[in-house]
C-alpha cells in the first residue's frame, strides 16, 4: 500500500513539476521585423584629428528581420542608418552612416531563470557593409568598408505578438582612413566604428510560435 502511494505521489509530483516547467518556456517569434530609434556615437579615431563630430548624435534607425531555427538559435537581416554632424566649434558638416548586417541571434533566455517571465535577453552579431556619405558638396570623401556588429538586447514582451526592447550594439569597422594634407581636405569623412543606442518594438510575423 505504502509503495502504491509513493508511486503515486512521484508520478504526480512529476506531472506539476512538468506542467510548471511548460508554463515557464516562454513564447519565441518564428519570424519577427525590428524597428528602433536612438542615438549613436563614432569613435573620433574615424575622422580626421581636427574635425572630429559631435560624441552624442541623432537620428539612429535600425530595421530588421529575424527568423529563429530553434529555440535559442537564430538569423537576422538588418539595415541601419546614422545621422551625425561636426562639433559645434569646428568647420559644418554631416555625414550620413548606412550600414547592412547579416546576423546570428543566441536567445538564452530559457537557461536564466533569473529573468522574470516576460523579460528575455538577446545577442546578435555578424559582419556587414557600411557606407558613410558626407553631405553637401563634401561627397567626393565618401567612405564604404566592411563591418562587424556585436550587441545585446533587453526584450520585454507586451503580448504574444509585440514586444519592447532596448539595443546596445557596437559597429567595428575594418578600415582606416586616408592621410589628408592639409586636414581640411578630409572634412567629413568617417572610416571607422560605432556606438549605437536604440529603443524599439518587435512583432511577430508568423502565426505559430516556435517551439520543440
Not at 504526480?12 to 528602433?36: C, Y
Not at 538577446?122 to 553631405?135: C, E, M, N, V
Amino acid at each position: 500500500m505504502r509503495f502504491k502511494f509513493a508511486k503515486y505521489s512521484l508520478a504526480i509530483l512529476l506531472l506539476f513539476s512538468s506542467v510548471d516547467i511548460i508554463a515557464q518556456r516562454r513564447d519565441i517569434p518564428t519570424w519577427s521585423a525590428q524597428i528602433g530609434l536612438g542615438t549613436n556615437l563614432p569613435s573620433k579615431s574615424g575622422f580626421v584629428d581636427a574635425y572630429p563630430a559631435q560624441s552624442l548624435n541623432f537620428p539612429t534607425v535600425n530595421l530588421g528581420v529575424q527568423r529563429m531555427f530553434t529555440r535559442s538559435l537564430g538569423a537576422r537581416l538588418d539595415y541601419g542608418f546614422n545621422r551625425f554632424k561636426s562639433e559645434d566649434d569646428l568647420q559644418e558638416f554631416k555625414v550620413n552612416y548606412s550600414r547592412i548586417n547579416t546576423q546570428l541571434v543566441y536567445n538564452p533566455s530559457e537557461f536564466l531563470s533569473f529573468l522574470p517571465q516576460e523579460l528575455q535577453l538577446i545577442g546578435h552579431t555578424g559582419p556587414g557593409y557600411s557606407i558613410a556619405t558626407p553631405l553637401g558638396n563634401l561627397d567626393v570623401n565618401k567612405q564604404s568598408y566592411l563591418n562587424f556588429n556585436l550587441g545585446i538586447e533587453l526584450h520585454y514582451f507586451i503580448n504574444r505578438k509585440v514586444n519592447l526592447y532596448t539595443d546596445i550594439s557596437y559597429i567595428y569597422g575594418f578600415s582606416s582612413l586616408d592621410d589628408y594634407d592639409p586636414e581640411l581636405l578630409g572634412l567629413g569623412a568617417f572610416n571607422g566604428s560605432m556606438l549605437n543606442v536604440t529603443v524599439g518594438v518587435s512583432i511577430a510575423l508568423s502565426g505559430c510560435y516556435y517551439c520543440e
